[in-house]
């Protein structure tokens, strides 16, 4: 008869404890926590390389169509190589995820004016696009204080 109750006891001990932890399993479903923007978020050491300050314009050709993948800890993006008189540029437009999303088209032939940043990434000349302009259409990449249009969350 002991060996009866006590395990008449433990089994509701059992359910008892499942039916409390419920709560505190759907509270944890119900926080998520995202990974980020892979490595081309705002506080990213990718983006402490934008410049505001140093934005210029080039006009040029889009001689190649590649992906980047600018620091080991990042997904890959969009790169353009331009070809602007004598030079050649390296142009970031930002992650593939976002870039591909947009209703923008461009081929290796077109001709281009990119707004960005220019920076060095090993000794190449880059520039981190803020625009890439193709005839009638503009690809909107940053703000006017530079943020990418990828980073959902702002600083107030």
């Known amino acids: 008869m002991a060996k009866g109750f006590f395990m008449n006891m433990l089994c509701r001990f059992i359910v008892a404890?499942?039916?409390?932890?419920?709560?505190?399993?759907?509270?944890?479903?119900?926080?998520?926590?995202?990974?980020?923007?892979?490595g081309w978020g705002l506080s990213s050491?990718?983006?402490q390389n934008f410049n505001n300050y140093a934005l210029q314009t080039i006009y040029g050709k889009i001689i190649?169509?590649?992906?980047?993948?600018?620091?080991?800890?990042?997904?890959?993006?969009?790169?353009?190589?331009?070809?602007?008189?004598n030079e050649?540029?390296?142009?970031?437009?930002?992650?593939?995820?976002?870039?591909?999303?947009?209703?923008?088209?461009?081929?290796?032939?077109?001709d281009v004016e990119v707004k960005g940043s220019k920076v060095a990434f090993n000794g190449v000349p880059t520039i981190l696009a803020v625009e890439l302009k193709h005839k009638d259409k503009v690809l909107l990449l940053r703000d006017s204080d530079g943020v990418p249009y990828w980073c959902a969350w702002r600083k107030r």
């Open 45 to 47: 050491r990718y983006e």
């Open 17 to 38: 404890g499942c039916v409390l932890s419920i709560p505190f399993s759907i509270s944890a479903q119900m926080s998520v926590k995202f990974r980020g923007s892979d």
């Open 64 to 85: 190649e169509i590649d992906t980047v993948t600018p620091y080991p800890d990042m997904s890959y993006g969009i790169q353009l190589k331009v070809k602007a008189g």
């Open 88 to 110: 050649e540029f390296k142009v970031h437009l930002g992650p593939a995820w976002f870039v591909l999303h947009q209703d923008v088209g461009f081929a290796r032939g077109n």
